[in-house]
């Protein structure tokens, strides 16, 4: 069984920003991808950042060029730097990761998410 915790959400103004972690615990051999989704209400959930355990990240144009993500292998942990926050970026942020299994295999993980609001 793996854990995933997020923390860091809240309610910034537009334009502001927000760091958001994740940690990840329990049965962990190593985990290959993590990452972060959303679910704005009445959308479905999409993808906002994911990062390899080598390091190679992939975003979402909507965030590209303003959300970070990082990772700390040694750690298991994971963090999403949000900076100018719109509006649109309101939703419930969701941690993602594929973690690899003692027969080696992939299990995927999520968290339970945090409440992200962008509103003045």
């Known amino acids: 069984q793996v854990q995933l915790v997020e923390s860091g959400g809240g309610l910034v103004q537009p334009g502001g920003s927000l760091r958001l972690s994740c940690a990840a615990s329990?049965?962990?051999?190593?985990?290959?991808?993590m990452g972060w989704y959303r679910q704005a209400p009445g959308k479905e959930r999409e993808l906002v950042a994911q990062?390899?355990?080598?390091?190679?990240?992939n975003y979402a144009d909507s965030v590209k060029g303003r959300f970070t993500i990082s990772r700390d292998n040694a750690k298991n942990t994971m963090n999403l730097q949000m900076n100018s926050l719109k509006p649109e970026d309101t939703a419930v942020y969701y941690c993602?990761?594929?973690?690899?299994?003692?027969?080696?295999?992939?299990?995927?993980?999520w968290g339970q998410g945090t409440q992200v609001t962008v509103s003045s």
């Open positions: 993602y990761a594929s973690v690899i299994t003692a027969s080696g295999g992939l299990s995927s993980s």
């Open positions: 329990g049965s962990i051999f190593g985990i290959h991808v």
């Open positions: 990062i390899t355990r080598f390091g190679s990240t």
